[in-house]
């Protein structure tokens, strides 16, 4: 493989990526700095994307460098066929020299003549045994990409695919914790409720909270919002 970018290049691309993930931005923030590397990287290009697909097999358009690789990509959803969805579904890169002599597609080929759009790349984003959807570059001129090309895009959607797991599972274990804290919270407010309804009725625990989960009935509330307003009003009324 000839003319590679040096190593301390990409190196450099790749350090800014780990440094986004360190600084725990989000997944979005994540993905636009993705796109706009990968045209750092491979200068031919007029526009880069990355689609992800969940595992109900919606596709996303979760980063674009502008709105014609947004309508490229979405003719792709909307026809269900196209080298970014073939990418992802066979996990290999996929290269088109030139969309008015390819036949592998030729509906989504024929619709993105009007967006300019003669050649394109796409590679897979691969984590472990999951694939997380696909990174795509287009170009204005025909034969765009090579060999060279191909192998950059590689490297570059195995760093991206790193790093778009690892953001996700970060935001995942984030909001799990919330929720965690939440439910906590929620447990504390319910019982310190249940004390209060204990003491002022004279009842043992399990009559308490069934007095609470009457009164939510009745309310057309939630439980931690009864408990929540049985705290408050105790609260105003402490002297």
């Given at each position: 493989m000839?003319?590679?970018?040096?190593?301390?290049?990409?190196?450099?691309?790749?350090a800014r990526m780990s440094g986004l993930l360190l600084s725990e931005e989000t997944v979005s923030s994540a993905l636009v700095l993705v796109t706009a590397l990968t045209m750092e990287t491979l200068p031919e290009t007029a526009g880069a994307g990355i689609t992800l697909v969940d595992q109900g097999g919606r596709r996303t358009s979760a980063a674009a460098t502008d709105e014609r690789v947004e309508r490229a990509d979405l003719l792709q959803y909307e026809l269900d066929e196209g080298p970014c969805l073939t990418a992802w579904s066979q996990r290999q890169v996929i290269r088109i020299d030139d969309v008015h002599e390819e036949s592998r597609w030729p509906r989504w080929c024929a619709a993105v003549t009007h967006l300019q759009v003669r050649s394109a790349l796409s590679a897979p984003l691969v984590a472990g045994d999951h694939a997380l959807g696909a990174m795509k570059v287009y170009a204005d001129a025909p034969g765009a990409y090579g060999p060279r090309e191909e192998h950059l895009l590689s490297m570059f959607?195995?760093?991206?695919?790193?790093?778009?797991?690892?953001?996700?599972?970060?935001?995942?274990?984030?909001?799990?914790?919330?929720?965690?804290?939440?439910?906590?919270?929620?447990?504390?407010?319910?019982?310190?409720?249940?004390?209060?309804?204990?003491?002022?009725?004279?009842?043992?625990?399990?009559?308490?909270?069934?007095?609470?989960t009457a009164a939510s009935q009745h309310q057309n509330r939630k439980v931690t919002e009864v408990a929540q307003a049985l705290v408050d009003t105790a609260t105003r009324r402490r002297p």
């Amino acid at each position: 493989m000839s003319e590679l970018p040096p190593v301390e290049e990409l190196a450099t691309v790749f350090a800014r990526m780990s440094g986004l993930l360190l600084s725990e931005e989000t997944v979005s923030s994540a993905l636009v700095l993705v796109t706009a590397l990968t045209m750092e990287t491979l200068p031919e290009t007029a526009g880069a994307g990355i689609t992800l697909v969940d595992q109900g097999g919606r596709r996303t358009s979760a980063a674009a460098t502008d709105e014609r690789v947004e309508r490229a990509d979405l003719l792709q959803y909307e026809l269900d066929e196209g080298p970014c969805l073939t990418a992802w579904s066979q996990r290999q890169v996929i290269r088109i020299d030139d969309v008015h002599e390819e036949s592998r597609w030729p509906r989504w080929c024929a619709a993105v003549t009007h967006l300019q759009v003669r050649s394109a790349l796409s590679a897979p984003l691969v984590a472990g045994d999951h694939a997380l959807g696909a990174m795509k570059v287009y170009a204005d001129a025909p034969g765009a990409y090579g060999p060279r090309e191909e192998h950059l895009l590689s490297m570059f959607a195995r760093q991206a695919s790193i790093l778009i797991a690892n953001v996700q599972s970060y935001e995942n274990a984030h909001r799990l914790s919330e929720g965690l804290r939440t439910a906590l919270r929620s447990r504390d407010l319910i019982g310190q409720a249940k004390g209060m309804v204990m003491q002022r009725e004279g009842v043992d625990e399990e009559s308490a909270f069934a007095i609470l989960t009457a009164a939510s009935q009745h309310q057309n509330r939630k439980v931690t919002e009864v408990a929540q307003a049985l705290v408050d009003t105790a609260t105003r009324r402490r002297p």
